[in-house]
């Protein structure tokens, strides 16, 4: 399971007067070995395994409908420490046969450690719920054990969403960003992450609110947006109607919007209008691989 205490901001916290609070964190852990409840670490958790190998790297794997992609983490920086590698997503994309790939991924650069993995579903405790993109057969599958027997490594399995928007508050748009955070991923469908004073609230799926009679994302995606053939300001219309509906639901401090679409933001943002201000993602491709060799790295 995830972290239960806000680890996400664990490392911005004010010391007391006379106390350096990030040297007494990293002194505790090597003490114990382990993070303490009240005194989270600023390192991972739990180091690699591969020898020689820094305790700073972590190792995130992104599973999509036409893609597995994975690359070691530098969990200092938030970003890639090697260019990641990417095998197609087999087809049938049953749990074996991707599993298999993920083992791929993890050999390729002999990577023996933990891993986190993103996946396009609902997760709830490692159990597959849903299915985007891929073999309905991963409804009702553990994850987290497929993964493990398959690869031989402790595997972390998460909304491809919620570690996109772990690695934006951590590293990205909204670093050092305190109060109510909501990270979306605009694409096929919206994804969404919802953080609250630095703590994940899992599996929101905010994409598919009704919105009008529709599902949202059915009329707000970028999909959308290309099958109708709208332009840049019609469909900033539906962005500013399904924002404004979000907003009146969750009533976050920031908004940030990520997806490839968000590297045209100079064409569209301007045009959407909110109480909230909203800003471009900052990771974008490697966002779920960085969230996701974090959320392990972190994890009970």
Not at 193 to 215: F, I, R, W
Not at 278 to 287: C, D, F, G, H, Y
Request: hydrophobic letters at 40%; charged letters at 25%.
């Amino acid at each position: 399971m995830l972290r239960s205490d806000p680890v996400l901001f664990a490392h911005e916290r004010e010391a007391e007067p006379g106390v350096e609070l990030p040297a007494l964190r990293n002194a505790l852990c090597i003490q114990n070995q382990q993070p303490s409840a009240h005194h989270p670490c600023t390192v991972p958790r739990r180091a690699p395994e591969n020898g020689g190998m820094s305790k700073h790297l972590g190792f995130g794997v992104d599973i999509g409908g036409s893609g597995i992609k994975g690359a070691p983490v530098d969990l200092h920086k938030g970003e890639l420490a090697e260019e990641r590698f990417r095998v197609p997503t087999p087809q049938p994309s049953t749990p074996e046969a991707v599993a298999e790939v993920v083992r791929e991924v993890l050999d390729h650069f002999k990577w023996d450690g933990e891993f986190g993995c993103t996946f396009p579903a609902v997760i709830q405790h490692g159990i597959v719920r849903t299915a985007a993109n891929v073999d309905d057969a991963w409804i009702g599958a553990d994850g987290h054990k497929l993964l493990e027997r398959v690869t031989g490594r402790r595997a972390l399995l998460v909304n491809d969403a919620d570690a996109a928007g772990v690695a934006e508050v951590r590293f990205g748009a909204a670093h050092k960003h305190r109060g109510v955070v909501l990270v979306c991923t605009i694409g096929t469908g919206i994804g969404s992450a919802l953080v609250v004073h630095g703590k994940l609230v899992p599996n929101t799926e905010l994409g598919h609110l009704e919105l009008d009679g529709h599902d949202a994302e059915s009329r707000a995606a970028d999909s959308a947006r290309e099958r109708e053939e709208l332009s840049w300001e019609a469909w900033a219309e539906r962005l500013t109607r399904y924002f404004r509906h979000v907003e009146d639901l969750f009533w976050p401090d920031l908004i940030v919007l990520g997806g490839g679409v968000s590297k045209k933001a100079d064409r569209w943002l301007p045009l959407v209008r909110t109480r909230t201000e909203i800003v471009p993602a900052k990771l974008r491709n490697s966002a779920g691989i960085v969230g996701a060799a974090v959320l392990a790295a972190e994890r009970d």
